[in-house]
């Protein structure tokens, strides 16, 4: 596994809780929430990217 990807992901996790976090405090829920499930689809592009990579080279490896 590449640990790039590891790092960006924890990195945006970060990221997403201290925004969610800020704006909970501060009584904006909403932007919370919609900071919340934009780092959510940020993570999931970038997974289905790399599980796209994988089934790739799978195929080339049995030749499909």
């Known amino acids: 596994m590449n640990t ?3 790092l960006k992901v924890a990195g945006i996790g970060i990221l997403v809780t201290v925004a969610y976090q800020i ?3 501060s009584g904006r ?3 919370a929430l ?5 780092g959510l689809i ?3 592009f ?3 990217q790399e599980m796209g990579a994988l089934f790739d080279s799978v195929k080339s490896v049995f030749g499909l």
């Open 4 to 6: 790039d990807l590891l």
């Open 23 to 25: 704006l909970h405090k």
């Open 29 to 31: 829920d909403e932007q």
């Open 34 to 38: 919609l900071v919340s499930l934009t």
């Open 42 to 44: 940020i993570v999931l």
């Open 46 to 48: 970038m997974l289905v």
